[in-house]
């Protein structure tokens, strides 16, 4: 019998990315392979984002588009899972609207599919598996992680901060802590097969482990992942303004491994906004993190997150975030349209979505522009240094070039010579042009020799 294959579809965020690894390792397991499209896949699992009503409406399309798929090939199984199986609303339309999903579990369940799976093979009818709550953390999961340097390992799970706009607290449950001493085995696993560039993940990695006994905390862990050799640089994401301590500066200002990028959604720039937005920090108090960051970091690069036309949002309170922009001076700021969530405080609240779209629309321009700007002028610092940058491979848009990131997330252009391989490698390189969203630059060195040999074979734990 031909070898079953899988194919799956991520939206969202880097954790989806890494539960999508999971799943993977799980059906590899089971013995399927990677199918290279979709079309000749045995099971299909579409991940899902419910972050913004955009991310749903690309996965919905998706879904619907499989329909043809699904009566072209009955045997295959298709599966919805990731957070917007979380919500009650998906399943009420899968059902009415996408007769040929086979199977639909959540964010808690996903280390069940290999029953599921079975469950859905024998079965006429949809099979629903979604918990409404998190279990226990649990390890040792298969996973079937991308080839090359870098890695991505969970630290926590969920979040307990409950912003009036986020679907996350209700999609992904309350913070569960992994064990410190299962993360540093972990990393350490991944440093001897080659892994060189490691992220710690989680919706909000700056509570990491006030939850576990004895309490630990993001920097404590760091420290721990910085002894371990072969890590080149370790990164962190995503991070609260609220939590992010002055320990945490501390470490990361001694440290030659955690990168200089700090992103700091900061979401908006107007007190009252914030304060509805219940983020539980000021314009002022956020500056003021952005000044101790600044000095004790002085090479790092500053992003954010930013949401327009939140409900009740004034052209005054618009200001205050462009004010708010100007004095930072981010490198890059990821820009959203307020969606409203079901289930969230704010999409309940008078009006639901109050703030006409071309107001927000224009906002939005705005903002761009001025960042857009800044972005420019923060880039031209960076002329004539010399960095070394991580090659990730050859660049979409243009293959004469490779796309390299440096250790502060910056993204750098350079000459691609097609006999040369440098995929996956650390080039040292001096960087001579500096545009909006990246940096050009030419290697002035060799790449440095591999921490560890290749792998030949994947791990499956
Ligand atoms: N509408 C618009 N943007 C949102 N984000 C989260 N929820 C919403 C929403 N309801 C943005 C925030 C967050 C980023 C991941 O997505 O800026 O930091
Ligand atoms: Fe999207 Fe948030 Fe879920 Fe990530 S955690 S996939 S951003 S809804």
Request: overall charge negative; aromatic content about 8%; proline content about 5%.
């Amino acid at each position: 019998m031909a070898q079953r294959r899988y194919f799956i579809k991520t939206y969202g965020c880097q954790m989806n990315e890494r539960d999508s690894e999971i799943m993977a390792g799980q059906l590899e397991e089971l013995g399927y392979v990677p199918a290279a499209r979709d079309q000749e896949a045995d099971v299909i699992v579409v991940n899902t984002c419910a972050v913004r009503g955009s991310a749903e409406e690309h996965a919905l399309g998706y879904i619907g588009q499989l329909r043809q798929l699904k009566a072209e090939r009955p045997s295959m199984t298709l599966a919805v899972a990731g957070c917007m199986a979380q919500e009650p609303g998906t399943i009420a339309w899968l059902k009415k609207h996408a007769p040929q999903v086979d199977l639909v579990f959540g964010t808690h369940n996903l280390h069940q599919l290999p029953q599921l799976l079975e469950q859905a093979e024998a079965s006429e009818e949809m099979v629903i598996d979604v918990w409404q709550s998190a279990g226990e953390v649990v390890e040792h999961l298969p996973s079937r992680r991308k080839d090359g340097v870098k890695a991505f390992v969970n630290i926590i799970y969920g979040c307990d901060k409950f912003c009036t706009y986020c679907i996350v607290p209700f999609t992904r449950g309350k913070e569960r802590s992994r064990e410190m001493g299962a993360i540093v085995a972990e990393v350490e696993a991944l440093a001897r097969e080659g892994y060189q560039d490691v992220t710690v993940l989680g919706q909000n990695v700056n509570s990491y482990g006030h939850d576990l006994n004895p309490p630990r905390d993001l920097a404590d862990l760091l420290s721990e992942l910085e002894k371990i050799d072969g890590v080149r640089w370790l990164r962190y994401t995503t991070s609260h303004p609220r939590d992010f301590s002055q320990k945490l500066i501390d470490t990361i200002a001694a440290s030659s491994k955690i990168t200089r990028h700090v992103h700091l959604p900061v979401q908006a720039g107007s007190n009252a906004i914030l304060k509805r937005m219940n983020r539980k920090y000021t314009k002022e108090s956020y500056l003021d993190l952005i000044e101790r960051v600044k000095e004790k970091i002085p090479d790092a690069s500053l992003t954010t997150d930013i949401i327009v036309g939140f409900p009740g949002e004034t052209e005054a309170d618009f200001e205050e975030t462009l004010d708010l922009i100007r004095r930072v001076r981010y490198d890059t700021a990821f820009t959203f349209i307020y969606s409203p969530r079901e289930k969230t405080p704010a999409a309940r609240w008078e009006g639901r979505d109050p703030v006409p779209n071309p107001v927000k629309k224009d906002r939005l321009n705005r903002l761009m522009a001025l960042q857009y700007q800044i972005s420019w002028e923060q880039n031209q610092q960076y002329l004539g240094r010399e960095l070394l940058v991580l090659v990730e491979g050859v660049s979409k848009k243009d293959h004469q070039v490779w796309a390299c990131r440096t250790h502060n997330n910056k993204v750098v252009l350079i000459d691609r010579d097609p006999a040369i391989d440098l995929t996956d490698r650390f080039v040292p390189v001096r960087i001579t042009g500096a545009k909006t969203f990246y940096l050009t630059g030419e290697a002035v060195g060799n790449p440095l020799p591999d921490s560890a040999p290749r792998r030949v074979e994947l791990p499956m734990a």
